[in-house]
């Protein structure tokens, strides 16, 4: 009798999943790192590893909900300079630093909108509208600001943003990127918003026919990402004392790569967050490492380039070996057996 009842699957162990696999591969890495590596583990480079990571972890957490949604944004690296360039044009101009950055913020938000109403009401597609702001907001970043280099801000601001908390090696600014990360989790993962981002990602039409406000709802993560690249501009102006229009250049690669790396679906509704951190801090950590090599910033751009590349591949050939397997079982599963007749 109980074989007459089929059986259910076992679920896969987190730990065979993508992002369990990107966070096992990051605590493989930190432990050679340690082990292996001259000064990775004193408490000056960590600290450095952590700030130097924090502005591609910033932008991660609503990227990841954007990529999520099916959507994809290029130009936060470009909001980010332009954000910086804004910041050193006003401080240069006489301005209050509790004034500008509300300012930097806004104008981020502006950036957003800018990008979700040209995806969401004109029917544009992401990729390509973020790819023609990229090289606008850029170009306003060199007009606002020129090629001077503004580095002379109030240095309460400048020891908040590359300093660490005494006796340890956490830089002050990760503690509110906890708080940040913590917020985007609880959204994403424990909310209607994060459950409706998942099935706008997997289905827009059969969400959208749900009764989930899919313009709306995309919007809201286009203007979430301006303000965050924003919010990183200020940070990376601070964090290395110097507002440039060139601020963040390439970090929209970074970001990408570390999104996609820690398991979030290219195609949309799928992934976590915590993969998509563990993502980022295993690019951070490698990146760290390759620079106590000596490694050049070119051959580290290869191999972030090789990492985006690997980490659209590694889901989908995954993916396409699980369903293989399943195919061979069903295929060599012996076939049920004919109810016995009744009389």
């Known amino acids: 009798m109980a074989d007459s009842f089929p059986k259910r699957a076992v679920p896969r162990p987190a730990s065979l999943r993508w992002d369990g696999a990107v966070g096992a591969l990051l605590v493989v890495v930190l432990l050679l790192s340690f082990g292996l590596v001259d000064g990775f583990g004193n408490a000056l480079n960590l600290s450095f590893l952590i700030g130097n990571t924090l502005p591609i972890a910033l932008i991660a957490l609503p990227m990841t909900l954007l990529v999520v949604s099916g959507e994809i944004d290029l130009s936060v690296a470009s909001t980010a300079g332009l954000s910086g360039a804004v910041m050193g044009a006003l401080w240069n101009q006489g301005m209050s630093i509790e004034t500008i950055i509300p300012v930097c913020l806004l104008l981020g938000v502006a950036c957003g909108l800018v990008n979700g109403l040209l995806v969401t009401r004109l029917g544009l597609p992401s990729l390509a509208v973020t790819i023609g702001t990229l090289a606008a907001y850029r170009g306003i970043a060199q007009i606002v600001l020129g090629s001077d280099a503004v580095t002379d801000f109030p240095s309460q601001y400048l020891d908040f943003a590359a300093g660490r908390v005494d006796g340890t090696f956490l830089p002050y600014a990760f503690l509110p990127f906890l708080v940040l990360l913590a917020a985007a989790v609880v959204a994403l993962h424990a909310t209607p918003f994060g459950r409706s981002l998942f099935a706008i990602g997997a ?133 049920p057996e004919a109810p016995a007749p009744t009389a």
């Not at 501009?233 to 963040?248: C, E, I, T």
């Not at 990408?256 to 951190?277: E, R, S």
């Not at 563990?278 to 070119?298: C, E, I, P, W, Y």
């Not at 090789?306 to 060599?332: D, K």
């Open 203 to 335: 289905n827009e039409e059969a969400a959208r026919f749900a009764g989930i406000r899919v313009r709306r709802q995309k919007l809201i993560l286009f203007t979430l990402t301006g303000l965050m690249s924003a919010l990183t501009g200020v940070f990376w102006a601070l964090h290395y004392a110097s507002a440039r229009y060139d601020n963040a250049t390439g970090l929209e690669l970074s970001v990408v790569a570390a999104v996609l790396l820690g398991g979030i679906d290219f195609d949309g509704g799928k992934g976590t967050l915590g993969g998509a951190v563990a993502g980022v801090f295993l690019l951070g950590a490698l990146q760290n490492v390759m620079s106590l090599r000596d490694v050049s910033a070119q051959s580290q751009t290869v191999v972030t380039g090789v990492l985006l590349v690997l980490s659209v591949l590694g889901p989908r050939l995954a993916r396409q070996i699980s369903v293989a397997r399943a195919g061979r079982r069903a295929a060599s599963a012996p076939p």
